[in-house]
């Protein structure tokens, strides 16, 4: 049974950090791509980063990378996103995702997904 269980969100103040974690089981993680996408209340979710399985690169969207840092640990199935220097825009329920091996690097789009999370509430607020 795939599983994808997302953990370490909470109420922060701006200017705060969070980390968020993603615990995998069920599917050969180290070979998948994984994906943070968030939604906000009357949005449809939106890509955060994305980190490869085997070369662990990585994809930052909207500047993120200023601030945020997507991670993978493939011995524990778990997937990190680090976020510094949070603002209330970043107000949304973060949920990780992975995609197999053989998608295109131009399409993983939170449709795409096989996999998805049940999502964790990160709120920014002071």
């Known amino acids: 049974q795939v599983q994808l269980v997302e953990s370490g969100g909470g109420l922060v103040q701006p200017g705060g950090s969070l980390r968020l974690s993603c615990a995998a089981s069920?599917?050969?993680?180290?070979?998948?791509?994984m994906s943070w996408f968030r939604q906000a209340p009357g949005h449809e979710p939106e890509p955060v980063a994305h980190i490869d399985g085997p070369s662990d690169s990585k994809r930052y969207y909207a500047r993120m990378e200023f601030r945020f840092l997507i991670s993978r640990d493939n011995a524990k199935n778990t997937v990190y996103l680090q976020m510094d220097n949070l603002n209330v825009g970043d107000s949304a329920v973060y949920y990780c995702?992975?995609?197999?091996?053989?998608?295109?690097?131009?399409?993983?789009?939170?449709?795409?997904?096989?996999?998805r999370g049940q999502g964790t509430q990160v709120t920014v607020s002071s």
């Open positions: 069920g599917f050969s993680f180290a070979l998948y791509y």
């Open positions: 995702a992975a995609h197999p091996p053989h998608a295109s690097l131009e399409d993983l789009s939170w449709s795409t997904a096989e996999y």
